[in-house]
C-alpha cells in the first residue's frame, strides 16, 4: 500500500515536498514514481527512480523544479517541489513497480492514495 502525504495550499513560488510511505514492501527494491491529476485532465507522470535511484526521470513540466529522492531505511520516496505554479494544482500519486520502465509506461495505472496539492496566484 502506498499512501502520499505533504500536499496543501501554497502561494505560486513556494515549495513544498510530499512524501510516499510504501507498507507491505519495501521500498529499496522498487522503482518509484510519482503522477499527478488535475480537475478534467488526464493523468500525467512527474518523476520516477529505478531502484537504487542511480537514474531519476521527469516530465520536462517539472524539470528543474522538482527532485525525487528515496529513503530506503524510512520505506520512503519523496517529491521536493520548488517555484510552484499554479499550473502544478493536482492530486499527486505515487507508485511502486519492479521496474521504472513499467512507471514510465503510459498504460501504467497502479497509482496509490493521492495528496491535493493547490498552488495560488
Known amino acids: 500500500q502506498l499512501q502520499a502525504s505533504g500536499g496543501g495550499l501554497v502561494q505560486a513560488g513556494g515549495s513544498l515536498r510530499l512524501s510516499c510511505a510504501a507498507s507491505?514492501?519495501?521500498?529499496?527494491?522498487?522503482?518509484m514514481g510519482w503522477s499527478r491529476q488535475a480537475p478534467g485532465k488526464e493523468r500525467e507522470f512527474v518523476a520516477a527512480m529505478n531502484w537504487n535511484g542511480a537514474n531519476t526521470y521527469y516530465a520536462d513540466s517539472v524539470k528543474g523544479r522538482s527532485t525525487i529522492s528515496k529513503a530506503d531505511a524510512k520505506n520512503t520516496v519523496y517529491l521536493q517541489m520548488n517555484n510552484l505554479k499554479p499550473e502544478d494544482t493536482a492530486m499527486y500519486s505515487c507508485?511502486?513497480?519492479?521496474?521504472?520502465?513499467?512507471?514510465?509506461?503510459?498504460?501504467?495505472?497502479?497509482w496509490g492514495q493521492g495528496t491535493q496539492v493547490t498552488v495560488s496566484s
Open positions: 507491505g514492501r519495501t521500498a529499496s527494491n522498487y522503482a
Open positions: 507508485a511502486a513497480s519492479s521496474s521504472v520502465a513499467g512507471i514510465l509506461s503510459p498504460d501504467f495505472g497502479s
